[in-house]
């Protein structure tokens, strides 16, 4: 039950600062979906739904959230799901 309160109390510290600060719906949304923790890209290659939600958010404000490391591992899991295993057959005549 403790546990839960300081989740509660967490989430509103975010708010109370993400409004105090002018940041925007999409910075909410990422501090949201993360929880202020860095996942890693296998955290976003399992969890794709997570992913596109961070990369949309990140991908929205390059400039300010560039160096942002959620940001980064998310970008980089987003390429490599869509770009496949990059394990090309090797084509010789």
Known sequence: MNFNRTIVDVMILAAMACL??????????LAAATGDRVLTVDDYLKQPDLRKKVFAACANDPGRKGDDPNCVNATRAERIASAGSGNFPNVTP
């Open 20 to 29: 105090g600060s002018g940041c925007t719906k999409q910075d909410a949304t």
